[in-house]
């Protein structure tokens, strides 16, 4: 469970990493200017705030967190719904807001069982059996938006932030899926054995983002913890 004797947290890299490192040092913690640099480092050890952070691919902050590498996490929403992990959900950070999305071309017409290409096969296909769809899930990890374009796929599910993306691409967006936000999360075993060390930076953290505005499916260790394999 991290490093012995500190917190470790495991970072993502990418859209995420900037918008959680301003929150860290808005909470108060001194923070050194290798973990805001583009370096190759996978691992920053903070002695004086007693933090270690890992700075891993976004997807596998979950698996970090659940196996024990990393005490603490921070991972989109969206990234938690489509692992599955055995991980608590302590905090939504409220950082890195966006949207997952069903997105198609402007003159896209139904046919039956229509093929759908995503990053997020678990979540588009418990999306559309719960509207009752039948269609083909075809997975992808990257450049999604040219599956309806080159005739892979119907339509995609992918995240939406600005949309520019969609439209650049010929594309538009049809359908919301689920609102996305960045979560603070816990492996199961450091939340009991370092409760009070977790307690006291989920505080910080929590003091600013409710001094931005409330927070949605907030829970932590004065509140209800959220199980995301049981909340979706």
């Avoid at 970072?11 to 640099?37: C, H, Q, V, W, Y």
């Avoid at 933090?51 to 979950?62: G, I, M, R, W």
């Avoid at 198609?104 to 678990?122: C, E, F, H, M, S």
């Avoid at 040219?146 to 932030?161: E, F, H, K, M, Y």
């Amino acid at each position: 469970m991290g490093i012995e004797g500190r917190l470790t947290v495991a970072m993502p890299k990418g859209r995420i990493f900037s918008d959680a490192l301003t929150l860290l040092e808005e909470a108060g913690l001194n923070l050194p200017r290798e973990l805001a640099e583009d370096s190759r480092k996978l691992m920053v050890e903070v002695p004086a705030e007693d933090l270690s952070f890992l700075l891993v691919k976004p997807v596998d902050v979950p698996t970090c967190v659940e196996h024990g590498a990393a005490d603490l996490g921070v991972a989109g929403k969206d990234v938690l719904m489509e692992e599955d992990r055995d991980v608590y959900e302590l905090l939504d950070l409220q950082i890195s807001p966006c949207r997952l999305s069903l997105a198609g071309t402007p003159d896209w017409q139904p046919v039956l069982n229509p093929k759908v290409a995503t990053k997020y096969p678990r979540i588009a296909n418990r999306w559309f059996r719960e509207q009752g769809q039948q269609v083909e899930v075809i997975c992808l990890n990257g450049s999604v938006e040219l599956a309806p374009l080159t005739g892979l796929a119907d339509r995609i599910v992918d995240i939406v932030s600005t949309g520019q993306t969609l439209r650049e691409n010929g594309l538009v967006e049809l359908e919301e899926i689920t609102r996305v936000t960045s979560r603070l999360i816990a492996n199961r075993a450091s939340y009991r054995l370092k409760s009070r060390r977790i307690d006291r930076l989920y505080e910080r953290l929590a003091r600013v983002v409710m001094g931005k505005g409330d927070c949605d499916d907030r829970g932590g260790p004065s509140g209800a913890v959220v199980h995301t394999s049981e909340s979706g």
